[in-house]
Structures are given as C-alpha cells and as structure tokens.
C-alpha cells in the first residue's frame, strides 16, 4: 500500500467532499474519485446517504480477503470531512430495507431485483464456515456470474460485507431446493439474525 498516494487522496478528497451535490449527482467529480480510488488498488467504492451523517464513502476489498487490510488502512488515514462517515467494507443496509436492488449484468443491462421472497438454507462446515443455498427462482434471465453478483450484494446488504467474508465460504443459487432441504429451509430476511445465532452457540 503507497501511503503516499493514500495521503494525497484524502488531501484531495478533503477539498472535495461538500461538493459531490445532495443526490450525488457530480459526475466529473465522481469520475474523479474512480480513478483515485483505482490508483489505490483493486477497490471499488460507493457513496450512498450515511447511517449516522449524511453521507457515507465505502471503499471496499471487493469481497477479498487479502485487500481487507488495506481499505481498513486508508480508511484510518482518513480526513474529517463535515457530513461524511465512513467505511472499509459496505456495511448492511438499514433494517427497513425492502431487499429490492439493481444490478448491472456482464451484458452491461441494468437489471431489478426483488429478493424479498427468495429462501435459504444454511450449511455448516467444522471450521465454522457456512454454505449458502439460496432460493431465487426470477433470476433465470440471468447467468451465473450474474447470478453470483446478486447474491452477493444481497448477502452484504443483509449480513454486511466484512461479516459475509468472514463467515459464507460458498454460494450455490437454485430454482428450486432438493426434497431434504426443504424442511430447513427459511426467509432470506432472517439470515442475519440465524447467522449470529449459530455464531454465539
């Protein structure tokens, strides 16, 4: 990690940040912050409304393990700026999130999801990691790579994306489970809670 080019942008960054406009709708400046953040390393970042401020900028390992440390680094060499908070991996959305998203496939379509429906079954491996089966029969339009996508910003919108690093090892996508899946079978809204459940046991 160039700690340089870590204080460089946060220098930049600080003299930038009230003027991103209310929805976010600088585009030269958001072009701006891409190719900061893309000389950095292989992140991606977001802003979006913040839970505590009114803002948030996300930069994020991109569900890589190795990078974690990384984005937690420039995030603590960050510069106070008034109104933003922020984040070294996307932190899960508010509760009253209705699970609905959109996502951009490898066809460069953009695509409506509504995962309010979708089920799941868990599968724990000794190491403490799980499996996830997940239920989604509506995106048969997609392929699989895509269907990846969805589900995994799905999961970090639930879980987070530190925690789904940290605990879901793999993800199989199904239209429909296997007959002795069934019975375990529960909504996609509950997965944080039984995650930290079976976590604490």
């Known amino acids: ?62 569900g890589d393990d190795d990078l974690l440390q990384d984005t937690k680094l420039i995030v603590n060499s960050a510069k106070t700026c008034e109104g933003w908070e922020y984040y070294y991996a996307k932190p899960p959305m508010e509760k009253e999130w209705d699970l609905t998203f959109s996502i951009e496939t490898n066809e460069k379509e953009i695509v409506d999801i ?25 995106l048969q ?26 605990t879901i090892c793999g993800v199989d996508v199904v239209e429909e489970f296997e007959e002795h899946y069934q019975d375990k079978a529960g909504t996609i809204r509950n997965l944080s809670s039984h995650i930290k459940t079976l976590i604490k046991d």
């Open 114 to 138: 509504d995962a309010s429906q979708w089920e799941y079954v868990l599968l724990e491996y000794e190491d403490g990691m799980f499996e996830i089966i997940v239920k989604a029969s509506d």
């Open 141 to 166: 339009q997609l392929d699989e790579s895509d269907e990846q996508t969805a589900v995994e910003i799905l999961l970090d919108g639930i879980l987070g994306e530190e925690t789904r690093m940290r």
């Open 1 to 62: 990690m160039n700690t340089l080019k870590v204080k460089q942008f946060w220098n930049w960054f600080s003299e930038n940040c009230q003027d991103f406009g209310a929805d976010f709708d600088n585009t030269n400046l958001l072009e701006s912050l891409d190719r900061w953040v893309t000389q950095l390393g292989d992140f991606s970042w977001e802003v979006r409304p913040g839970k505590v401020k009114d803002n948030a900028l996300i930069i994020s390992p991109n």
